[in-house]
């Protein structure tokens, strides 16, 4: 997250102790310019009543970051002329040493190569009493920066290139040797540092909260109505809710208004509530307006249990919106979702008029930008508008029809053609290291391979041609799930790996001369058979969706040659469903002294590719615990386990 500045009232400050400049310190953070004010930017300024340490723009408004001292001398992180993009998040930096050599950091644009300069400064020996962001000073009003600052950190020491460049990628402090003071803002409210002895004051404005750069993580947003996208499901609450478009200023344009007048409240129940796990953290970020700034009033994080009823809530203050009409972001950040929580929903306060919209729920601690399903880049787990989201990430495909002829390949092709492919394949002169996949028709011929097929050719559609002599070595998947309605021919190298053919040959397998070292698989079916099962799997599981973090065991030889069980490496966490195989009735039970311990078996699911072992434990948040006693044979579609379950209140499936 990050703190928006837009005018001169908005700066920050604090009076107190801080580290004496000429005995070393190191300032980082990101910053954004939103405004080129033609003027000098301050993004930090140290000082005793006149200036220790400033790190800002040059008076053009973009060039820097820069370190000014009392005589108005700088250090240039680069040439005059090499200005920072408007809107863009880049990471800064200064630092000084005890001998007085200064530098300035930052990555031009937030990627590339850092870029430092340094100098000499000599004289300036004063003990700082205040600090500034986004102005100079509390009485000063002037050079303050039209922007934003996040992850903020101090140190009363001089900081290395590559220890800088490790903290501007983490989103807490790596080193933390020296270290003064953190200031994350994940809040326009989070103004403490994470010492808990420094609150910023705003001056006389009003700082407001936006998402901040992202670092090293891939957006998630596990509400499952976010905004309202298709209707008001699973919002309710006293406001009775209904859908409302063309929202200006927020991540998504629809969105939920208040109908009740007098005192009511929005609540994102069960049907729109985000899955959790007992033990994460999770932040829940939303936005809001209204034409009253009190409208929209104290904030809740409500926890459900497995029944839908409300577990626990945590009050998180007042919404703060910044002005009437105008769209505020509130973040509910840090959470831990308690024992026996299975999702968590929000419930605002408001008054008729309120608006809400774009709610986004994600693990961890550190929010990233708002995104849903119909975002960019962005897909739906389930149900478009009614499900959980992710951003997407990796590769592409071309899903429309190639209707010329793919060029010569010199080097290596690792993409995917899913139309239809109207003309002939060139002659391949390097190594096809990728896929080349064509599930329409082919109707030209494949020319003669003068060079080594390492991949996948699959041609599930009509071959119409016949393949040529193969003069090298084909180590790949020979595939073809349609009709093959013509001859294969002598195979005169070595076929390495498997030869798929699950439509219908109408011609004759040739004499295969060379050496056969797995086998020739024909299989009479549905070439689609497999992917839609396990697209099925996966449905079927996140209908009613349990993560585990499964624990291992490993055998551990004793002092007496025998051998125990130690715990292992636990697994990645993982999405199951859990069915129940015991009929009602017929667990095992055993009296203990403070009750009665059941024995109930059941499947545990997972997708095609999941990793379970027999041996794999672990306890849920009622105390009872779930062993994996065996594995259902592979089918290439679902992993199943069954799995023996001890407790006293055992649930689910």
Request: hydrophobic fraction near 35%; glycine fraction near 14%; charge should be negative.
């Amino acid at each position: 997250m990050a703190v928006r500045f837009d005018a001169a009232a908005d700066r920050l400050t604090h009076s107190g102790s801080y580290p004496q400049t000429s005995a070393g310190f190191t300032l980082t953070a990101w910053a954004r310019i939103d405004v080129d004010r033609n003027d000098f930017q301050t993004f930090m300024r140290l000082n005793d009543g006149g200036t220790l340490a400033t790190c800002a723009t040059e008076n053009d408004g973009t060039t820097g970051p820069q370190y000014f001292t009392p005589s108005g001398s700088a250090v240039y992180t680069a040439p005059d002329n090499m200005q920072t993009a408007l809107g863009t998040w880049v990471p800064i930096a200064i630092s000084r040493n005890s001998s007085g050599t200064a530098k300035s950091y930052r990555k031009k644009d937030g990627t590339g190569t850092t870029e430092v300069k340094s100098g000499t400064i000599s004289g300036v020996t004063g003990t700082p009493t205040e600090i500034a962001f986004g102005g100079r000073s509390a009485g000063d009003s002037s050079e303050w920066l039209n922007g934003a600052l996040a992850f903020v950190r101090i140190w009363s020491t001089e900081l290395t290139q590559a220890e800088i460049e490790s903290e501007w990628a983490s989103v807490t402090p790596v080193k933390t040797s020296g270290l003064h003071s953190v200031w994350r803002f994940i809040d326009k409210t989070d103004l403490t540092d994470s010492f808990g002895s420094k609150t910023l004051t705003v001056n006389s404005g009003f700082v407001n909260s936006e998402y901040g750069p992202r670092i090293g993580r891939t957006g998630v947003n596990l509400a499952k109505n976010p905004s309202a996208s298709v209707n008001a499901t699973g919002w309710t609450g006293t406001a009775f809710p209904t859908r409302v478009t063309g929202l200006v200023g927020h991540p998504r344009t629809t969105g939920l208004i208040s109908n009740t007048s007098g005192s009511s409240y929005f609540r994102l129940d069960v049907a729109a509530a985000a899955p959790v796990t007992p033990g994460q953290v999770y932040t829940v970020s939303v936005w809001g307006e209204s034409d009253d700034v009190g409208d929209l009033a104290t904030c809740y994080l409500v926890w459900y249990d497995s029944g839908g009823a409300d577990l626990t809530y945590f009050n998180y203050g007042n919404f703060q919106l910044q002005a009437a009409n105008t769209p505020t972001l509130k973040v509910m950040g840090n959470a831990v979702a308690p024992a026996g929580a299975v999702s968590v929903g929000v419930i605002i306060d408001c008054q008729i008029g309120a608006i809400l919209s774009s709610a986004k729920v994600e693990p961890g601690a550190d929010p990233t930008d708002y995104g849903d399903g119909d975002s960019s880049g962005w897909v739906w787990d389930g149900t478009a508008g009614l499900s959980s989201s992710q951003e997407s990430v990796g590769g592409g495909s071309t899903t429309g029809v190639i209707a010329g002829s793919l060029p010569g390949l010199t080097g290596s092709m690792a993409a995917s053609n899913r139309g239809a492919l109207a003309n002939s394949l060139p002659s391949l002169t390097g190594a096809l290291a990728g896929n080349l996949g064509t599930p329409g028709a082919l109707v030209g011929a494949l020319p003669a391979l003068s060079g080594q097929l390492a991949g996948n050719l699959g041609t599930p559609g009509v071959l119409g041609g016949s393949l040529p002599p193969l003069g090298g070595s084909l180590q790949g998947n020979f595939g073809n799930s349609g009709v093959l309605g013509g001859t294969l021919p002598a195979f005169a190298g070595r076929l390495l790996g498997t030869q798929i053919i699950p439509g219908v040959i109408s011609g004759l397998l040739p004499t295969l001369v060379g050496e056969l070292t797995n086998f020739v698989d024909i299989l009479l079916g549905n070439p689609e058979e497999l992917r839609v099962n396990r697209i099925n799997t996966r449905a079927f599981i996140r209908a009613d969706p349990i993560q585990i973090a499964l624990k291992t065991r490993v055998p551990v030889r004793s002092a007496t040659g025998g051998f125990s069980q130690s715990a292992g490496t636990p697994r990645a966490l993982q999405t199951f469903k859990l069915i129940m195989q015991s009929p009602a009735g017929s667990s095992l039970e055993q009296r203990t002294e403070d009750g009665t311990e059941r024995q109930v078996d059941y499947i545990l699911l997972g997708e095609y590719n999941a990793q379970v072992y027999v041996g794999d434990w672990w306890e849920d948040g009622n105390g009872n615990v779930w062993e994996v006693r065996a594995l259902v044979p592979a089918n290439g579609y679902e992993t199943r386990a069954v799995v023996e379950a001890h407790g006293k209140v055992l649930t689910g499936g």
